[in-house]
């Protein structure tokens, strides 16, 4: 019998906005090692937190029933400080309880965790979980030394220990995914209407280089992948089984390999695949696959985001992006030729931005003209190869903020203040500009836009900006007045729930 053999994988109760407003998105990392820890022998509760958008008494609560052994949370760099407070209260609950934490954060970030003066974390798990953790579990049953466990890093005698790298899971078909724990009724893709939602993953890791972005360090700029039928096989049984209408691919460029993509496209039209696919790719790999688009859409790939980045060459070569400016006009244009819903971001905030120089971003993104624009604020990893080049202009330390909403470099000729105020007028404007040339799109674009906006109007952080853009709507086409009657009647007056509450 394992002594500790309960695990609670929890995920911290933090909240941004954004990509939280279109959705409610399951923690596939979790669904993955639970897996894992299952087939090893362990008894796994999956727990959401963040999803289910519960408070400390209610985790407390969880807690005390389940009466875990261990409690293993996640963290990226926004939600590292909520990650530990829940080992703290899970201390707190039972001190004898062992506390694991992973992720990207606190992959880069061990020696500054383990080293805090109150420590709550007894191990952490350095990138890929699923052969670690079920380990260095077993390791600690054993009465072993969880030194010969590769990839984990503790305190030992007041010391951190770390072990040395553990290579990355060469087959991926072979991993199985505890779906059966995931609590389906609250993943939902609010954008259309209410349809089941799932995130998947088809490949691990990327190629690239981008200078702010983590997550070509934390695969070392490596890229696996499985089998077109084995992943496709995963969707049709997510949908037969669990009805799953709607799936998010995790993949950073789920189309590196043009032929295994291809294939999966392929298989999917000759399956008749019910799922939609939302996506992430590379502009190169759009322009690519120029010949492919029909293809895409005919597999079911509704949702196209690229990160453009900037609409400069010179901040597009300082972030090491590999791409041309002109490139990213001409990859949103195909994906919106295939009738594809198209997304980009604008990361924003750098140091030399001014007014100015958002406002001509704002034009640049109605010119290029995706389906959705972001405007964010740029978040300076403390491992991010820029982060030597942004480290003078950082104005908070407060990691909570680093979730691509509020500012935390301050430009050379700008305030907090007015970076914040500018990066909403720039949503404003964009989104002003995308609903007043609604009747240009599809009749199923149109439809999808319009949700969209209600969510902005109603469960956004842009909220706000998103009324007063609004008004009453005198200029905007009649689906938009109608939707912002309807609105207004229902709520008597502007919605302001910050976030989804499932
Ligand atoms: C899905 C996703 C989400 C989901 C999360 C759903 C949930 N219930 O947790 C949603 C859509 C809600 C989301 C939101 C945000 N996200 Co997000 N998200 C992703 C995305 C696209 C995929 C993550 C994933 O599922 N990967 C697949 C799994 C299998 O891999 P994994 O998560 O890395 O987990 C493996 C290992 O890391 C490790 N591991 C991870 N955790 C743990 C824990 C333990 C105990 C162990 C042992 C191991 C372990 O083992 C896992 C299996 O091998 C990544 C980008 C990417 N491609 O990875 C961004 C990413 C993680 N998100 C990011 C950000 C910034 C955000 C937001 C702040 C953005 C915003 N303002 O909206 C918000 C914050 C959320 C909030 N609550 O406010 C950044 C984080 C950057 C950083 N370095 O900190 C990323 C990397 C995107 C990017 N390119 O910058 N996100
Ligand atoms: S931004 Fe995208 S392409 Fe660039 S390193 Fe990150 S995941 Fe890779």
């Given amino acids: 019998m394992k002594k500790n053999k309960k695990v609670a994988l929890i ?22 090692i639970a897996g894992a820890l299952r087939a090893a022998g362990y008894q796994v509760d999956y727990y959401d937190a963040m999803s289910l958008w519960h ?14 052994d261990v409690v293993a949370t996640t963290a990226f760099t926004a939600s590292v400080v909520d990650a530990v407070n829940l080992l703290r209260l899970a201390k707190e609950v039972n001190p004898e ?3 694991v934490l992973g992720n990207v954060h606190a992959t880069f970030c061990y020696q500054d965790l383990l080293e805090e003066k109150d420590p709550v974390i007894d191990y952490i798990v350095l990138r890929e979980g699923e052969e670690t953790l079920p380990e260095l579990l077993d390791c600690l049953n054993s009465g072993g030394d969880p030194t010969r466990v590769r990839g984990v890093a503790f305190r030992r005698d007041g010391r951190v220990v770390v072990t040395p790298e553990r290579p990355f899971i060469q087959d991926l078909d072979r991993l199985e995914p505890a779906w059966d724990l995931v609590e389906w009724p609250i993943y939902k893709y609010r954008a259309k209407n209410d349809a089941r939602l799932a995130i998947v993953s088809s490949s691990r890791g990327c190629k690239s280089q981008c200078s702010f972005c983590s997550q070509q360090l934390f695969w070392e700029r490596s890229w696996r992948a499985r089998s077109p039928e084995n992943f496709v096989s995963e969707l049709e049984m997510l949908h037969s089984r669990y009805g799953v209408e709607v799936a998010m691919l995790a993949d950073e460029i789920p189309t590196f390999d043009r032929r295994r993509w291809q294939k999966i496209l392929e298989l999917m039209i000759e399956r008749r695949v019910k799922v939609k696919l939302l996506m992430e790719t590379r502009v190169n790999d759009i322009l690519r696959d120029a010949d492919l688009m029909e293809i895409y859409r005919a597999a079911g790939v509704e949702h196209i985001y690229v990160g453009v980045e900037a609409g400069s060459q010179k901040t597009l070569d300082l972030f090491n992006k590999q791409t041309k400016v002109e490139q990213s006009k001409a990859a949103i244009d195909l994906i919106n030729g295939a009738d594809i819903v198209s997304e980009t971001s604008f990361v924003l905030g750098m140091p030399d931005d001014t007014a100015e120089s958002i406002a001509a971003t704002v034009e640049l993104a109605k010119h290029y003209n995706p389906d959705m624009a972001f405007f964010l604020a740029i978040a300076p990893w403390p491992y991010a190869e820029l982060y030597p080049q942004l480290k003078e202009y950082v104005a908070t330390t407060d990691y909570r903020k680093y979730n691509l909403v509020d500012p935390v470099i301050k430009p050379r000729n700008m305030t907090l203040a007015e970076l914040t105020r500018d990066l909403g007028r720039a949503a404003q404007s964009f989104y002003m500009h995308k609903f007043h040339n609604l009747k240009q799109l599809s009749p199923w674009k149109q439809e999808f836009m319009v949700q969209v906006f209600k969510i902005l109007l109603t469960n956004s952080y842009l909220a706000d900006q998103m009324w007063a853009m609004a008004g009453s709507g005198k200029e905007m086409p009649e689906e938009v007045r109608a939707l912002l009657r309807v609105l207004e009647k229902d709520q008597s007056g502007p919605a302001r729930n910050f976030a989804p509450i499932p």
């Fill in 11 to 32: 995920t911290p109760p933090y909240h941004s906005g954004v990509v939280e407003s279109a959705g409610t998105w399951l923690n596939l990392g979790f669904v993955y």
């Fill in 97 to 99: 309880v062992v506390t």
């Fill in 55 to 68: 408070r400390w008494p209610d985790i407390r609560r969880r807690l005390e029933d389940f009466r875990p």
